[in-house]
């Protein structure tokens, strides 16, 4: 069984831990910000998405009390788990970090780019910006804009 590690997060502005089994983060410890001085400080979180449907935490007088929370969470939560759960996670991370070195080098995503291309309720897909390609459907959109209320 893959043991629970945890690792600093530099990014925090206050202590907190990350959590991981093996190399999906499922959860979290940490103080927590903004709460009255007679509050408890610390706070817990046990879950990832996507994968994980359920996710929990709550709040700890102490980091051990935190982390006694969460691996009794874990215990509960890993027996529900499958390998496709962490692969779903594993495939967003790879998502957002393939993203961003596109935008590092000044790239847009497919999605991101202009395109003039259209496709007809025929079928078809065809250059809007190419008179001879698009008359051939005109007819095509106006009656289905037509028929779902669009166009009278």
């Not at 502005?13 to 509050?39: C, K, M, T, Y």
């Not at 939560?77 to 594993?90: G, I, K, M, Y």
């Not at 291309?117 to 079928?123: D, I, Q, V």
């Amino acid at each position: 069984m893959t043991e629970l590690t945890r690792r600093r997060d530099k990014n925090a502005a206050l202590e907190r831990w990350n959590i991981f089994h093996g190399d999906v983060q499922v959860g979290s410890i940490g103080l927590h910000s903004g709460v009255p001085n007679h509050a408890e400080q610390w706070e817990w979180k046990c879950g990832f998405y996507p994968g994980c449907d359920r996710s929990t935490g709550g709040p700890a007088g102490t980091f051990n009390q935190a982390r006694a929370a969460f691996e009794a969470e874990w215990e509960l939560l890993l027996p529900s788990l499958t390998e496709a759960d962490f692969q779903a996670w594993r495939d967003q991370r790879d998502w957002i970090e393939r993203k961003q070195a596109m935008w590092a080098r000044g790239e847009k995503l497919p999605s991101q780019q202009p395109s003039s291309l259209m496709r007809c309720p025929c079928g078809a897909t065809f250059d809007s910006h190419r008179p001879a390609e698009s008359q051939i459907h005109t007819p095509h959109i106006y009656a289905a804009q037509k028929r779902d209320g669009i166009r009278r």
